[in-house]
C-alpha cells in the first residue's frame, strides 16, 4: 500500500517566493487526506502532479489564519465546479465557530459541508488505519494528528501449510485472513501455524505548530515520520518559548527521544532558507530533512527500506519520471534519500528563497 506526504506548504506564518503556507497531503492507496491548508494550497495543488482534487476530508490542526485561509477560496472552487460529493472539515474546537464567519466568505455550496471537532485522544476509525488527534502546545486550541495504520497479518509460510497439507488455492486466502480452516482430511490448521508475528502498521506524526511538548513525543513514538514545525534556529529559542513555537535543537532532540525514523521539519520562519536549519537539526538528529514545496516523503514499510525524501517528486513536470509503484518500494536507481536532505546541498543553495527582505521579524512568531 502505498502512503506518503505531499508537501504543498513549507512556510511558517507568512509565503515566501518559493514556499506557500502550510498544506501537507497525505495520500495512502487512493485515499487523499489534506492536513492544513493555508493561503495558496489550491493553487499548489493545480502546479503539482497531484492536481485540485476532491479532496474528501481535510483536517486542521489549528486556526492561526496561516493554517486555513486557503479553505474558503478552495471550497467556493469546488462548489463552481459543480461538486457533488461530500466534504468533512476536521479541527479542533473552535471549528464551527471559525465557519460561522467563513459561510459568509464562501457562501452557498454545491455539495454537502459537514464540520467535525475533534479534541486530543478523538480518532476518525477507517478499515485498516486511524488518524487520531492529539495535545500540542501552541497556546491555542490545536490539535496534531497521527496517521496509525493497524498491525498487518504476519508473513504467510508456504511451506510450513504445504507441510500440513493445505492445498494451494482458497484456503491459503483464508489462512492468511487469520481464519482457522479444515482440511479435506477433517483436520484443522489455525492461522498461527502458517502465519508470523504480526508486523506493525507504519505511523504518519503530523503535529502542526507546536513547542516540542511531552504530548507530541508520546505521539510519536517508533513513528516512520515525523513532521514537525521548526520556526526557529536556536539561537532565537527565547522568542520561540514567548511564541509557543519550536526550534530546530527542540524538534530534533524530541525526534531522537521519540525514536521516530525520520524528521521532516517544516513551517520555517522566512529569515531561514533551510540549509541552516538541516544543519542544526543534524547535529542532533541525522536522520533529518527539510522539505520544499512539492517535495514528497514516500513512506516504504521498514523491510523495503523506510521512508525517503524524494525532491521535487510532486512537480507537474517529474509527474512520469517518479512512479509510485503498488507496493511503495520506489523502483531501483532512484535518487538515493533516506536521512538524506537537500537543504545543505551546496549545489542548490544559488537562489535563495524570497526572504530576508522586509522586516526581519515579518510576523513569524505571531501565528
Ligand atoms: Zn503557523
Ligand atoms: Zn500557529
Request: aromatic residues 6%; proline residues 7%.
Amino acid at each position: 500500500m502505498d502512503l506518503d506526504l505531499v508537501f504543498l506548504g513549507t512556510s511558517g506564518s507568512v509565503p515566501t517566493a518559493k514556499r506557500g503556507l502550510a498544506g501537507t497531503l497525505l495520500r495512502r492507496g487512493g485515499e487523499r487526506i489534506l492536513v492544513d491548508c493555508g493561503e495558496g494550497t489550491q493553487r499548489q495543488l493545480l502546479r503539482s502532479s497531484v492536481g485540485l482534487v476532491e479532496l474528501p476530508e481535510i483536517f486542521l490542526t489549528h486556526y492561526h489564519a496561516d493554517h486555513y485561509l486557503g479553505l474558503p477560496g478552495m471550497l467556493k472552487t469546488f462548489a463552481l465546479r459543480g461538486r457533488e460529493a461530500p466534504l468533512t472539515v476536521y479541527g479542533p474546537p473552535g471549528l464551527k465557530d471559525l465557519f460561522g464567519i467563513l459561510r459568509r466568505v464562501f457562501g452557498r455550496l454545491s455539495y454537502e459541508l459537514t464540520l467535525v471537532e475533534l479534541g486530543p485522544g478523538d480518532a476518525v476509525g477507517r478499515d485498516d488505519y486511524r488518524i487520531e488527534a492529539f495535545a500540542v502546545e501552541h497556546g491555542v486550541s490545536a490539535n496534531g494528528y497521527a496517521l496509525v495504520e493497524e498491525p498487518r497479518p504476519g508473513r504467510f509460510d508456504l511451506e510450513a501449510a504445504k507441510g500440513l497439507g493445505v492445498p494451494e488455492g482458497p484456503l491459503f486466502g483464508r489462512l492468511q485472513a487469520g481464519e482457522s480452516v479444515q482440511l479435506p482430511d477433517g483436520s484443522t490448521v489455525s492461522p498461527e501455524q502458517v502465519l508470523g508475528p504480526a508486523r506493525s502498521g507504519r505511523k504518519i506524526v503530523l503535529a502542526g505548530d507546536t513547542r516540542a511538548a511531552g504530548s507530541v513525543l508520546e505521539a510519536a513514538r517508533d513513528a516512520e515520520v515525523l513532521v514537525h514545525e521548526a520556526t526557529f534556529s536556536v539561537e532565537e529559542r527565547e522568542r520561540a518559548d514567548e511564541t509557543l513555537h519550536a526550534t530546530a535543537t527542540s524538534a530534533a532532540e524530541l525526534a531522537a527521544a521519540a525514536g521516530v525514523r525520520l524528521l521532516a521539519l517544516t513551517h520555517l520562519s522566512n529569515r531561514y532558507f533551510g540549509p541552516e536549519i538541516v544543519r542544526e537539526a543534524r547535529a542532533v538528529f541525522p536522520e533529518t530533512v527539510v522539505p520544499k514545496d512539492f517535495d514528497i516523503i514516500d513512506v516504504r514499510f521498514p523491510q523495503r527500506g523506510g521512508p525517503r525524501l524524494v525532491k521535487g517528486g510532486a512537480l507537474g513536470r517529474h509527474e512520469e519520471g517518479e512512479p509510485h509503484d503498488k507496493d511503495g518500494s520506489g523502483d531501483p536507481g532512484e535518487r538515493p534519500l533516506g536521512g538524506g536532505g537537500d537543504s545543505d546541498d551546496p549545489a542548490l543553495r544559488g537562489d535563495p528563497v524570497g526572504a530576508r527582505v522586509g522586516r526581519r521579524d515579518a510576523s513569524d512568531g505571531a501565528r
